[in-house]
């Protein structure tokens, strides 16, 4: 049982870099890498408070608890999903709707693992009662899509694509070298049969007394109506892009990124997760490497950019360097844009030139939500 627990705080905290499994069967396609040699354009904006929600004061008293992710409609609202209930707000931060609850009937919760926006509809990926739960906005569930899980295997995370396919991310230990691994698996919509496998990740088992590189490193995936996202932070700048078929379209490549080397501080951070004797196993095993990644992650806005976000910081405001690029993968420039990845893990997004985030204030040692207008100098 210790075991499986350290498992689960390895899977969910230890993230490096991966080889795909498996060869695809998927005919070789033309695809367009996009190399960036230079990066001098910076790209300016003002970052205006539009309203903030303080996400420790007050909720658990309306039945809202810390949430874990979130979504922003076209006309700006926003709604969350944490592990009792789901919460939506309006697009001026005041709190309109509660729904939902923990169980295992109609609309009931489940370990769920994320939400979105469907035009007017809201869609939770239900995990752990093995469904998407669609909701209207006024909290009415519509309907429910049954899926199945695979056998050994853990599907944490999935998302419902425009063109009814589906994205798993299924977590599973290799049979040949023990390693903890985690699959991005496009799965079509009628026989739930793989489709493509677009991104693998590998962490090294310290039960079969691997080491492992410390660093949060994270497989990220966004989806769009017509295109999938993914990259791995790893030491390669990479970003794919694919059509909703696994098609893949093109990517980013950046050879000659800055490389940024661990600090002291993150190193204090990272160790202080390691508590007690089931701690110190885990803590036993990490290495520290020279440097961190070539990126931390990247958000697509609702207009087509690319703004990934790399470990360089401005001493000045304290925000991290955001290289951007358009919907050709083509460079735009770079800015400086808060920490949007916060530390359990919640992304930021970008629609309609506002800039929705989860910030870390830590003079008041507390967390809050807040929305941005950005405002192009």
Same mark, same amino acid.
């Given at each position: 049982m ?20 498996e060869?695809?069967?998927?005919p070789?396609?033309?695809k367009k890498t996009?190399?960036i /040699? ?7 904006? !003002?970052?205006?408070? &539009?309203f ?5 004061e007050? @909720? $658990?008293?309306?039945g809202?608890?810390k949430?874990?992710k979130f979504?922003?409609?076209?006309e700006?609202?926003?709604?969350f999903l944490?592990?009792?209930?789901i919460s ?8 309109l ?12 919760l489940?370990?769920q693992s ?11 990926a239900?995990n752990?009662?093995?469904r998407?739960?669609i909701?209207?906005q006024?909290?009415k569930l ?5 899926v199945s ?6 599907i944490f995370?999935n ?5 009814g396919?589906?994205l ?7 049979? /040949?070298d023990?390693?903890i691994?985690?699959?991005? !698996?496009l799965?079509? &919509?009628?026989?739930?049969?793989e489709?493509?496998? @677009? $991104? ?7 039960f079969?007394g691997?080491k492992?590189?410390a660093r949060y490193?994270?497989l990220?995936?966004?989806?769009t ?10 030491d ?6 694919w059509d909703l078929?696994g098609?893949?379209?093109?990517k980013?490549?950046?050879d000659n ?5 661990v ?7 990272f160790l ?8 110190k ?5 990490v290495?520290?490497t020279?440097y ?5 992650s990247f958000v697509v806005s609702d207009k087509?950019?690319i703004y ?7 001493k000045?405001?304290?925000?991290y360097?955001?290289?951007?690029f ?5 460079f735009?420039?770079y800015?400086? @844009?808060?920490f949007?990845t916060?530390?359990d ?8 030139n506002v800039?929705y985030t989860?910030?870390?204030d830590?003079?008041?040692d507390?967390e809050?939500?807040i929305a941005?207008?950005?405002?192009r100098?």
């Open positions: 210790k075991r499986f627990y350290l498992f689960i705080i390895l899977t969910l905290i230890m993230f490096v870099g991966c080889q795909k499994q060869k695809s069967k998927t070789k396609i033309e996009v190399k /040699k230079k990066q001098n354009k910076e790209v300016v904006f !003002s970052l205006e408070k &539009k903030e929600i303080d996400i420790n007050k @909720l $658990e008293e309306k809202i608890i949430f874990n979504d922003v409609s076209l700006g609202n926003i709604v944490n592990k009792e209930n939506l707000y309006s697009n001026e931060g005041e709190l709707k509660i729904f939902g609850r923990k169980g295992q009937g109609p609309g009931e489940n370990k994320g939400i979105a926006f469907d035009k007017d509809k809201i869609v939770v239900n752990g009662n093995q998407f739960s909701y209207s006024d909290g519509i309907k429910e899509l049954k899980t695979f056998s050994r295997s853990f995370r998302s419902l694509l425009a063109n396919n589906y798993f991310c299924i977590n599973y230990i290799d049979p /040949k023990k390693s691994c985690d699959k991005l !698996s799965i079509a &919509k009628d026989d739930l049969h489709i493509k496998i @677009l $991104e693998v990740k590998k962490t090294p088992n310290p079969v691997r492992i590189k490193q994270y990220t995936y966004i989806t109506p017509s295109k999938i996202y993914t990259g791995l932070s790893s390669d700048y990479i970003i794919n892009i078929q098609k893949l379209l093109g980013i490549k950046k990124y800055k490389k940024v080397e600090g002291e501080q993150y190193k204090k951070d202080a997760q390691f508590k007690g004797e089931q701690g196993v885990l803590g036993d095993k290495f520290f020279k961190m990644p070539a990126f931390n087509g950019l990934v976000q790399t470990y360089e910081k401005n000045q405001n304290n925000m360097k955001y290289d951007i358009d919907d050709n993968q083509k735009v420039g800015t400086y @844009l808060p949007y916060s530390r893990g919640v992304y930021g997004k970008i629609k309609g800039l989860k910030e870390y830590s003079q008041e507390k809050k939500f941005y207008k950005m405002l100098k």
